[in-house]
């Protein structure tokens, strides 16, 4: 059986919905072929259950790419407000939570019925459980399936990166980009935690739980967030964030009392020994990883300089991670399609004319806080607007 449509969106996540329902308003006939038994998965389980869904705040400065001003087109002509006036339009309440972060006040499955709902008024099919076997192009995209064959000059990749292979992802879209002879940069798991050595996982890891507010430094990149010492290594918001911007086998600074002078205490009391040392640090960090920490690094003497050097060493804590947690713990995957590849205006193949690109599976990586969201949004909204 033969199914035509104006345009064929692959992947039914937060990409291929917005762009889906843009280009139904616009009077496409538009089929959206999702491989999973229901549409947004990834949505669902994001923010905690609630979905951050964008950042009040969002700028081009806010994405990790090998063209940083790639992403700027898109963002500027699909903004946060565009997507919270939907999320005011369905009347799903939401709040802001810290740095612009906005979250449905409910849960993520409003956004998922916010966009089966836009679909259905635009006309959308949404098709599930359809795994596609083959692709061809010849005058227009065939698109072969188990039981049908879709057809339409407009075929939309949306079908997002390796990040959380038990929601199903896979490298569906990058092998489908090298199939048309498009070049890709490398992925790796972004917004991860981190993985210490074995040497550090002894020193640190039993303190798992234990959570402070740091600022973590890859190359000329900082956060300042909360840090949490996982069983394996390193997690919280600090860690994700600067593990988008950190190479394998560097290091990360940590500074662990950022503002705050951490042997002020040690250097007015009367007596100088570990004990007041441990005492006064723990006023700063918390306090069995103070201890911990003063364990490894507290000076063989209490002269001021060698205060002086543990004052350094406090806030330029320094660690080679050995690993992150990979694409099963990644809330993103960087890298992906080459943004060299694509218009900045509506994503759409410089070399294979009809066939787009949307959302994760392209090389554009937000950091934490709702940036993929607006990502998905805003570069699935070019499409649908360009089919």
């Known amino acids: 059986m033969v199914k ?69 087109s898109a963002l500027a002509h699909y903004t946060p407000a565009d997507f919270i006036a939907l999320v005011e339009k369905h009347r799903i309440p939401y709040h802001e939570k810290t740095l612009g972060q906005l979250f449905c006040d409910r849960s993520s499955q409003d956004i998922t019925d916010l966009l089966e709902a836009e679909c259905r008024l635009a006309g959308v099919q949404i098709i599930l459980n359809r795994r596609v076997e083959e692709i061809q192009r010849t005058t227009e995209f065939a698109v072969r399936t188990a039981t049908a064959e879709y057809r339409a000059p407009a075929l939309v990749v949306a079908t997002g990166g390796l990040s959380i292979p038990k929601l199903g992802a896979t490298a569906f879209g990058y092998d489908l980009a090298r199939q048309f002879g498009l070049k890709a940069r490398k992925t790796r798991p972004a917004l991860v935690p981190l993985v210490l050595g074995p040497e550090d996982q002894s020193r640190y890891c039993d303190l798992a739980g234990v959570s402070t507010e740091v600022i973590a430094t890859s190359g000329r990149q900082s956060f300042r967030e909360k840090m949490l010492i996982t069983h394996r290594g390193l997690s919280g918001p600090a860690i994700l964030q600067i593990s988008s911007y950190w190479n394998h086998g560097k290091p990360i600074r940590i500074d662990l009392a950022p503002g705050r002078t951490v042997t002020a205490a040690i250097r007015e009391a009367k007596v100088r020994n570990v004990a007041a040392a441990r005492a006064a640090l ?5 306090r069995r990883f103070a201890t911990r920490w003063l364990d490894r690094h507290a000076p063989s003497s209490w002269t001021n300089p060698a205060l002086a050097k543990l004052e350094q060493q406090a806030h330029e804590w320094t660690l080679t991670p050995a690993d992150t947690e990979g694409y099963e713990k990644a809330e993103v995957t960087a890298g992906g399609v080459d943004t060299d590849e694509l218009s900045a205006r509506t994503m759409e193949c410089r070399k294979v004319p009809g066939l787009f690109f949307v959302g994760e599976v392209v090389d554009v990586t937000g950091q934490l806080g709702g940036f993929n969201f607006q990502w998905a949004w805003a570069s699935g909204a070019a499409t649908g607007r360009a089919l």
């Open 282 to 286: 723990q006023q700063v960090l918390p």
């Open 4 to 72: 035509t449509y104006d345009a064929l969106i692959l992947g039914g996540g937060a990409a291929g919905l917005l762009c889906a329902l843009e280009a139904g308003k616009r009077g496409r006939r538009v089929a959206v072929l999702e491989r999973a038994d229901r549409i947004g998965k990834k949505i669902l389980i994001s923010g905690g259950g609630r979905c951050n869904f964008t950042n009040l705040y969002c700028e081009p400065g806010n994405f990790v790419s090998a063209n940083p001003h790639f992403a700027k």
